[in-house]
């Protein structure tokens, strides 16, 4: 949002390019239960909802680091699917290794599946902010901060 905020001021200032939309793509939610109904009055209308990863995280649009290096699936949502239930979000971390994975039925690969170790972890999110910083999405200082919180990840302990 900051990076957002930044280009916006460019922008109204200087006439500046903004970075380019990445949309989302979408898919239409048919019988999905978590998605919003279509409103009596307009029963014609199109419900769409976020495609989504075979991890259960949103394809798609800007990604920032901690959904394109994921330790787990974003924003599931949590039951009753009642408001304002419906508007809150989970987060399910992924489980550390294979054994524990298939142990809990988990399909969604393991942290030693997806990554080497830690370091190979905080190497991908540090590419992955460094192409938001340089797509004009990520601020150079906030990429400084989520690589150092991913340093200091404990994910892998």
């Given at each position: ?43 014609q ?69 997806r ?43």
């Open positions: 949002m900051r990076s957002t905020l930044v280009a916006l001021d460019r922008w109204v200032a200087g006439n500046a390019v903004p970075p380019m939309s990445e949309l989302m793509p979408l898919q239409e939610a048919g019988k999905n239960p978590h998605a919003l109904r279509t409103p009596a009055h307009l029963p209308a199109l419900i769409q909802v976020p495609l989504r990863d075979v991890d259960g995280n949103v394809s798609g649009g800007v990604r920032l680091p901690d959904v394109a290096v994921p330790l787990g699936t974003h924003g599931g949502q949590n039951p009753p699917l009642t408001p304002p239930c419906n508007l809150a979000a989970s987060y399910v971390a992924f489980a550390k290794s294979k054994e524990a994975r298939e142990t809990a039925k988990d399909s969604r690969l393991s942290l030693l599946e990554y080497r170790d830690h370091d190979d972890y905080v190497n991908r999110v540090r590419m992955a902010s460094r192409e938001l910083e340089q797509r004009g999405f990520l601020l150079s200082e906030d990429a400084t901060v989520i690589v150092h919180a991913a340093a200091e990840s404990r994910a892998f302990k």
